[in-house]
Every structure is written in C-alpha cells, then in structure tokens.
C-alpha cells in the first residue's frame, strides 16, 4: 500500500473526514506490476481530484439535458438520471435504451463545462511520463471531454489514445462487453494492464481479465456502492490496490525499477 498506511478499520474512523487506506483481504494472492507494460486510467474522479467538483457539473447539466428533452420536471428527470445510472450502468445507456435518445447532442450538452478548476499537474505528468510502455484513458464519458481534461492536466500527449464511451459502441463500464471492445480496439493483453478507477465496480471485470486492479477513492459520492464502501475494512477480492492520492500512488507504486535501485547499496 502507498500513499497512507493500510487499515482494517472502517474508512470513516480515520477520523477529520478523511477516508482510510483498506488494505487487501487476509490470504488475497498479491496482484503487482512487474509485468505491467499497459496503463489504463479512468478519466473523471480518478485523473483529476474529485475535489474539483467537475463531475458535480456534469451532473447538474445531465439533469438539465433530460428535463428538457423529456419534457418533464428537474426534479423527476433527476430521479430519471439516478435510476438509469445505477441500472444500466450510464444514465445515457439507459436513455438510449429506454428513449431511444441520439448520444451525440447529450454528450456534447453534458460536457459543455467549465475546466478552470482543473490546474496543470507537473507531479502527475512526471509520473505518468516515468510508467513503461502503453498508456490509455478508457472513459464512459466523451473523447472531447477527456481530451480537454488530459490537456488542462497537461498529460494529453502521455497517452497513446483515448477510449470513450462512443469508440465501444455505447455500451459503458462496468459491463464485460466495454473492456472486450477497448481490448480489442487497442490491442491490450490483459494481464500485462493495470487499470485505474475510482468506482469499484469497474474494477471486476478488469481482475477477472487478469489486470492488476487499483481503486483512486473518490470523495464524489454518487451511487449505493460509494456508501457501502464506508462500512469496508479491508478491500474486496477484486480490488488489488487503493490510494488516496494517484501521483504518490506511481511514484511509490510496488516494483518500481528505478526506486529498488535506489535503495540498494552504492559501490564505494
């Protein structure tokens, strides 16, 4: 574990609100990276800081978009949004199936927003620029969208390509057929990847395929599992690792080549 020292308690005992660091279940075969040569980041909450509240934007303009394409209220196109969302695993895969809605205008509509909260980070790029091999953003979200973010992060031209929502047909994480088509897609041999992500869920079907899985908590609380997860004391199966802070996570990530060199002993 990186970026904290692990816990069995509960993340809500650590106390000033601050989450804890869960270590891995008693018994748990360790998952590393020594054979890592493919990186896959989520985009949003996981990239950048939840704390940056983007996502909450995104949100809010989800709500507005069905409102006015439904024609009904804020308040039960919200209702609308949530449902979809946790049943479909994407509030748009739910308006597709449900209404037969066109991606594109909502997409655009949904990410329309305001990035000034999102500040270049030289930490991150560092050590995104230090992973060996591939790197790709795979995100249910827009290319655009991630293209922007990558770039106010200045890690855009780190990443071999972005995998959105549109390039797997639609069909989003946490289903089985989205990583397929990403896999297929960009040619990933599943069990040289890691995948980042700040939903658990997501995380299930990467470690079945045989990635090396990494939970970024999230402070945005959005969905049942995120409250399930305060009540965690050590990290289910398929979550091979939890950070709190992604950069500090790379830099002192397990097996990192140059820093086992480091710390052995100097001739002379």
Not at 53 to 69: P, Q, S, T, W
Not at 196 to 215: C, I, S
Not at 252 to 264: F, L, M, Y
Request: hydrophobic letters at 40%; glycine letters at 6%.
């Amino acid at each position: 574990m990186t970026a904290g020292r692990a816990t069995k308690q509960p993340p809500e005992a650590a106390g000033a609100g601050k989450p804890a660091l869960l270590a891995p279940r008693a018994g748990q075969l360790p998952r590393g990276f020594d054979r890592t040569d493919i990186w896959i980041f989520d985009l949003d909450n996981t990239l950048y800081p939840a704390e940056c509240n983007l996502f909450a934007e995104v949100d809010r303009r989800m709500g507005e978009f069905i409102a006015r394409y439904l024609g009904v209220p804020l308040v039960y196109a919200r209702h609308l949004q949530k449902t979809y969302y946790r049943q479909f695993g994407t509030t748009l895969a739910g308006l597709m199936k449900i209404h037969k809605l066109d991606p594109a205008e909502y997409l655009a509509y949904v990410h329309d927003i305001d990035l000034s909260a999102i500040q270049a980070s030289p930490a991150l790029r560092a050590e995104i620029e230090a992973l060996p091999g591939r790197r790709l953003i795979f995100t249910n979200g827009s290319y655009r969208h991630a293209e922007r973010v990558a770039e106010k992060l200045g890690v855009l031209d780190l990443f071999e390509d972005i995998c959105d929502v549109a390039a797997c047909a639609y069909v989003p994480k946490p289903e089985a057929d989205a990583f397929q088509r990403m896999i297929s897609r960009h040619s990933v041999d599943a069990t040289r990847a890691a995948m980042f992500e700040d939903m658990p869920m997501n995380l299930a079907v990467p470690h079945d395929l045989g990635m090396t899985t990494v939970l970024v908590h999230s402070s945005y609380l959005d969905h049942p599992v995120q409250q399930q997860m305060k009540t965690w004391t050590e990290l289910p199966d398929h979550i091979h690792h939890m950070t709190l802070d992604l950069t500090a996570f790379l830099k002192e990530r397990p097996g990192r080549i140059d820093q086992v060199h480091a710390k052995e002993p100097q001739p002379g």
